[in-house]
């Protein structure tokens, strides 16, 4: 798929330096920003492409038939907001998985996010803000065990010896690459906007700022028993 | 002389990460924090390569890379952007500014090792 919002003449310059070409997702989330004033059928039938994307909006009950249809009544109940940020969800998660992989060989496996999961995991919180065509934070948040497990991954040490300085630091540069990748990923859509530095709280109770028109999802990854949520917090320019 | 490698990075991870990566090279690392200490270190030490972040406090990558082009002793010395920002708008705007390469984080070492060695090499022969 094709987007109007990247350059035609990328391609060429991401070869250039053996970068990776825009994922679906990306060029996804582009299509739907270029139609999002339009008419609902068209967004409808861009999202009835994407199976995991209509999984997520109609929380997995897909029709064998006539999907788009039943996206169309989706949308139409929800708004198109709620969509975009779901469509932004699929870059983000990508970047948290992909990071984790990277930089500490760390599998991470999605799961359900639960009222019970919630409460296991407010040992640091880390966040980022996104500021421009679209506006928003994104917050990393897990208990000390999967922290120290990271920083002992990422500096090729005991998880033990890791200090209170180290677990916060790899997971600031975590947090930084990863709403960075999915910062460069906004602006490929079309959505320019810039980043924060990231900033590590710890022992804070979570609770995301009431934006006007914000729209906040969670999503939840394991790794060995440990949990890692993640926020999205978005707020569209007019 | 072994080759000077200058990192410019404000993460003190990131710049522990690529001492590692470097670790058994025969090569020199010399580290800034910021795109001014950048500047000023560059000037300094006279490195063979730079290795740049893009967003970092004071001063920029992209600031610190158009101001090397417009020194006389640093105009042509590689950089490679490490950095998050991937987007093809940076991507874009490095290429302009003349950058030898572009690595997206999160990187592998053995990517960033490939690619420093390659340059290095590159610069040796011409």
Do not use: W
Not at chain 1, 150 to 167: C, H, N, R
Not at chain 1, 214 to 231: E, I, K, N, P, S
Not at chain 2, 38 to 43: E, F, N, P
Request: net charge negative; charged share 25%; hydrophobic share 45%.
């Amino acid at each position: 798929m094709t987007s109007p919002a990247i350059k035609p003449a990328t391609p060429v310059l991401l070869s250039k330096y053996a970068m990776e070409p825009t994922s679906e997702s990306v060029s996804r989330l582009a299509a739907l920003i270029a139609v999002r004033g339009g008419e609902l059928d068209q967004i409808a039938k861009l999202i009835a492409a994407d199976r995991a994307l209509t999984e997520r909006l109609l929380e997995g009950d897909v029709p064998a038939t006539g999907a788009a249809d039943e996206v169309e009544r989706q949308i139409f109940r929800l708004g198109v907001e709620p969509i975009l940020v779901l469509a932004m969800s699929e870059p983000l998660i990508n970047a948290v998985r992909r990071t984790f992989e990277t930089m500490a060989g760390i599998v991470l496996k999605p799961v359900e996010v639960g009222k019970g999961n919630e409460s296991a995991v407010e040992r640091f919180t880390s966040s980022l803000s996104i500021t421009g065509r679209a506006n928003g934070r994104v917050y990393l948040r897990l208990g000390e065990d999967f922290c120290r497990a990271l920083a002992a991954q990422v500096l090729g040490m005991e998880g033990a010896a890791a200090t209170a300085e180290d677990l916060r630091d790899v997971l600031a540069e975590m947090s930084n690459m990863i709403v960075g990748s999915f910062q460069s990923n906004l602006c490929d859509a079309g959505l320019t906007c810039k980043l924060s530095v990231p900033e590590v709280v710890a022992d804070a109770v979570f609770a995301p700022p009431k934006v006007p028109r914000g729209r906040h999802r969670v999503f939840g990854f394991r790794h060995d028993g440990m949990l890692l949520l993640v926020d999205i917090l978005v707020e569209f320019a007019g | 002389m072994p080759p000077k490698i200058l990192t410019v990075d404000d993460s003190r991870i990131v710049r522990m990460l690529i001492s590692r990566a470097l670790q058994g090279c025969d090569c020199q690392i010399v580290e800034a924090t910021n795109g001014e200490e950048g500047l000023a270190t560059a000037l300094r030490e006279k490195p063979d390569l730079i290795l740049l972040d893009v967003t970092m406090p004071v001063m920029d990558g992209f600031e610190l890379l158009a101001r090397l082009r417009q020194e006389a002793t640093l105009a042509k010395v590689p950089v490679i952007m490490l950095t998050a920002e991937s987007s093809q708008e940076s991507v874009a705007k490095a290429d302009g500014l003349g950058v030898s390469g572009y690595i997206a984080k999160p990187f592998k070492e053995e990517v960033l090792r490939d690619r420093i060695n390659g340059i290095i090499a590159l610069a040796a022969k011409s």
